[in-house]
Nanobody, 123 residues
Framework: QVQLVESGGGLVQAGGSLRLSCAASGRTFSSYAMGWFRQPPGKEREFVAAINWIGTSTYDTDSVKGRFTISRDNPRNTVYLQMNSLQPEDTAVYYC????????????????WGQGTQVTVSS
């Protein structure tokens, strides 16, 4: 089973950018679709973006369209989340997840999560 470790979070001003990384251990990384989720303070965890196993298809939630980009590098066992034009409402703990697609755009999670990385956007 793959294990996941996120990095790249931090404090940024509104309008700034961050790139999150999720490093996976294990030789089965390329067999998984991968997703990013976030949990804002006091709220439930929510889906952000997902990418298929080969990186040819991505899917993201409306609130981040045009600002966030998910990508993956299978030889490096890493998935990324490039976040541009960050806003205070993007403040959350961001989690990496392994999963699969049911249909073309319906991402389903396995119970495989990283420990999370904090992103704080100041106004």
């Amino acid at each position: 089973q793959v294990q996941l470790v996120e990095s790249g979070g931090g404090l940024v001003q509104a309008g700034g950018s961050l790139r999150l990384s999720c490093a996976a251990s294990g030789r089965t990384f390329s067999s998984y679709a991968m997703g990013w989720f976030r949990q804002p303070p006091g709220k439930e965890r929510e889906f952000v973006a997902a990418i298929n196993w080969i990186g040819t298809s991505t899917y993201d939630t409306d609130s981040v369209k045009g600002r966030f980009t998910i990508s993956r590098d299978n030889p490096r066992n890493t998935v990324y989340l490039q976040m541009n034009s960050l806003q205070p409402e993007d403040t959350a703990v961001y989690y990496c997840n392994a999963g699969y697609f049911s249909g073309t755009s319906s991402y389903r999670s396995y119970d495989i999560w990283g420990q999370g990385t904090q992103v704080t956007v100041s106004s």
